[in-house]
Every structure is written in structure tokens, then in C-alpha cells.
């Protein structure tokens, strides 16, 4: 799927939108939800995800998504977020899109940002869908440089591994920040790391 000069998001749904297969499903594109948002395998099974330019994903219900791997990361939900590892290759390109969304100064670096329980979601007239948690793996900038990860959500916050936002050219580039700010609980089963490295 590649569509990145669409000013609008280029696929929208007014209900759940799903992507499904049995491989890696690659998407430059913004993707725009009215209900539940997944990537899935056949099975059922949260998909992987693949983006080389530019992904953005914004549902008034929840997201669901298996590992990422691609450019900047940009996850927003009236509900709650559940995603496999993720790894940060680049930051994303300067589309139109990406000029009129209000995070372009920070997706054109390395980052990860990803939003539960959001009630100002522009087509959702309803609100936040609580409890608004977010689930993942693994979080990794390292590749791209190392840039930010911030995690936001009213209720729990869950990383099953890994925060890795250390830089890869020391001393000149600098690591990412990590930020995770959350209503309810906040686990993190493994390390964080934010130094630069050599």
C-alpha cells in the first residue's frame, strides 16, 4: 500500500478497518478508522507491519498490530493499543500529509509516538473508549539513530521487553528521550536505555 501525497488520509473506514495476510503487510499511508483498527494474520493473530515512508494510524476504538518495522511510528486511539515489537529505521519523509499533521517537526526525526484513551480524535464524536491501555513489545530507535519514544495513555502502560533509544554515532548524535506517562500502572519488564554508544 503506498499512497503519501494524500492530503486526507487515504483509507478510511467509518467502522473497523482490517488488514489481513499471511505475510508482512507494508503500508505507506495514513490510515483513518471509525472503529476497531488491526493488522492480522490468516489465523486471526495480530500481523506484521512493515513502512518505509510514512505511517499513521488514527481509530476511535482500539488498534491492534504485531511487529513493526519501518520509519517513525505514529499510533493514535480513542481506545486502547496492543503491538508487537517495534524498530525504528528512519524518520518518516516530508509528505503533504505529514506537513499538515500536527507532530511533522517530530515524525521527521527517529521516533515512536503512541497515544491510547485520546478523546480529541477530530471524527470522534464519542470520545475516549477507556480503560485506554497500551500493550507492546519492544522498543527500538537505535537503527535510526535514536530517537524519542514517547508512550500516553489513561490507564496501564505495558512494554513486554525492551526501551532502546541509545544513539549508534556517539559522540556526535544524541539518544532519544523516553517518556511514559500513564493514568494506571506502567511496567516494563526489561531495561531502558538511553545512552549514546559508540
Request: no cysteine; charged share 5%; hydrophobic share 40%.
Amino acid at each position: 500500500i503506498l499512497a503519501l501525497n494524500h492530503l486526507q488520509p487515504a483509507f478510511q473506514s467509518g467502522g473497523n478497518l482490517s488488514l489481513i495476510s499471511n505475510g508482512s503487510i507494508s503500508g505507506d499511508a495514513h490510515f483513518t478508522s471509525g472503529g476497531l483498527f488491526a493488522i492480522r494474520n490468516l489465523a486471526g493473530g495480530p500481523g506484521n507491519f512493515l513502512s518505509l515512508y510514512d505511517p499513521i494510524i488514527l481509530s476511535t476504538s482500539d488498534v491492534v498490530f504485531g511487529d513493526y518495522t519501518g520509519a517513525s511510528l505514529k499510533v493514535v486511539a480513542a481506545g486502547s493499543i496492543t503491538g508487537g515489537n517495534i524498530t525504528i529505521l528512519n524518520p518518516e519523509i516530508l509528505t503533504p500529509a505529514i506537513a499538515a499533521d500536527p507532530d511533522a517537526t517530530v515524525l521527521t526525526t527517529t521516533n515512536v509516538h503512541i497515544f491510547a484513551g485520546v478523546p480529541e480524535i477530530p471524527f470522534n464524536p464519542a470520545g475516549p473508549t477507556l480503560p485506554g491501555n497500551i500493550t507492546v513489545g519492544s522498543l527500538n530507535t537505535t537503527a535510526g539513530g535514536g530517537g524519542p519514544v514517547r508512550l500516553v495513555a489513561p490507564g496501564n502502560i505495558t512494554v513486554n521487553g525492551t526501551i532502546d533509544t541509545s544513539a549508534n554515532q556517539f559522540p556526535t548524535a544524541i539518544s532519544g528521550s523516553v517518556t511514559i506517562n500513564a493514568g494506571g500502572n506502567i511496567l516494563v519488564t526489561d531495561r531502558i536505555t538511553t545512552a549514546a554508544s559508540s
